[in-house]
Nanobody
């Protein structure tokens, strides 16, 4: 069964770091881009970061630029999100997602992604 499985979340103080991992078991699904989204309680799911599989190009939400880094190990079908200088507003459930194709603007929207992981909780205390 095709799936994405996240890990690495936890409770951390403001200013701390976490590294999230997403292992993909997608078999014949051709991945164009992998992304991280997050959802805080009572809020909509929001884009965090994206990486294109073939050329490694990345992009980030303005709120995390300079603090978060997305990377991938294609040989291990794993995507990472290194999160530094965490803030309380980074709290939420972090989901990874896989898209078979998205345009330059479309890669920021949840609708472009077919497979989703169940998420891993990140809690940042002040």
């Amino acid at each position: 069964q095709a799936q994405l499985v996240e890990s690495g979340g936890g409770l951390v103080q403001a200013g701390g770091s976490l590294r999230l991992s997403c292992v993909a078991s997608l078999y014949t699904f051709r991945v164009y881009a992998m992304s991280w989204f997050r959802q805080a309680p009572g809020k909509e799911r929001e884009f965090v970061a994206v990486i294109r599989r073939n050329d490694g190009i990345t992009d980030y939400a303005d709120s995390v630029k300079g603090r978060f880094t997305i990377s991938s190990d294609n040989a291990r079908d794993t995507v990472y999100l290194q999160m530094n200088n965490l803030k309380p507003e980074d709290t939420g459930v972090y989901h990874c997602a896989a898209s078979s194709y998205c345009s330059d603007d479309g890669c920021y929207g949840a609708d472009s992604y077919y497979y989703w992981g169940r998420g891993t909780q990140v809690t940042v205390s002040s």
